[in-house]
């Protein structure tokens, strides 16, 4: 890419499966400016390795809402199990204004602990101690609920705007 313009096709299709011979424990592919739509190739490639899923869009000025970064989340979740998936933007933040890029990551972080919550809940909803006629006994004999270690961890990585080197002779 050179600013936030693609130079080839994008897809991951023909990487794989020859990338899976790297020495490498974890990948790290865009998603969510791909709108998520090569989320099948980690179904069938990614087995046992850990995925740093891109689920922030850092090309566009659309501003991510913690919603909808929750909801690319819960989409990877179908594919990466979440001991294996570490939350991260599509790229790096270089050349975009720093304005943007805040409010991109306050909606990563915001996002993250979003999925954890509603993840959460539905663990608790699904092992809420119930009695023989269906209904939900009392809530404080329910058990701890996981969440709080997942490793839904969002990471960022941005570079300082100026100065670059020139790349022009």
């Known amino acids: 890419n050179r600013f936030g313009r693609s130079r080839f096709p994008r897809s991951y299709e023909p990487?794989?499966?020859?990338?899976?011979?790297?020495?490498?424990?974890?990948?790290?592919l865009e998603f969510a400016g791909r709108e998520l739509s090569e989320l099948e190739l980690w179904r069938k490639y990614g087995d046992g390795r850990e995925l740093g899923g891109g689920v922030l869009d850092v090309k566009g000025f659309n501003q991510d809402t913690?919603?909808?970064?929750?909801?690319?989340?819960?989409?990877?979740?179908e594919v990466c199990p979440a001991e294996k998936l570490t939350l991260n933007p599509d790229c790096?933040?270089?050349w975009s204004p720093r304005y943007?890029?805040?409010?991109k990551v306050r909606a990563l972080?915001?996002?993250a602990a979003l999925a954890r919550?509603?993840?959460?809940?539905?663990?608790?909803?699904?092992?809420?101690?119930?009695?023989?006629?269906?209904?939900?006994a009392d809530l404080s004999a329910a058990r701890r609920v996981p969440g709080a270690g997942l490793p839904l961890r969002p990471r960022c990585y941005t570079r300082p705007k100026w100065p670059y080197p020139s790349t022009a002779s």
């Open 15 to 28: 990487y794989f499966p020859g990338v899976l011979k790297a020495r490498a424990q974890q990948f790290v």
């Open 100 to 103: 943007m890029c805040n409010q």
């Open 92 to 94: 790096g933040f270089g």
């Open 66 to 77: 913690p919603e909808d970064v929750a909801r690319r989340i819960h989409r990877v979740l």
């Open 109 to 111: 972080a915001a996002g």
């Open 117 to 136: 919550t509603q993840l959460a809940g539905r663990w608790a909803q699904a092992t809420r101690p119930r009695s023989v006629d269906g209904e939900v």
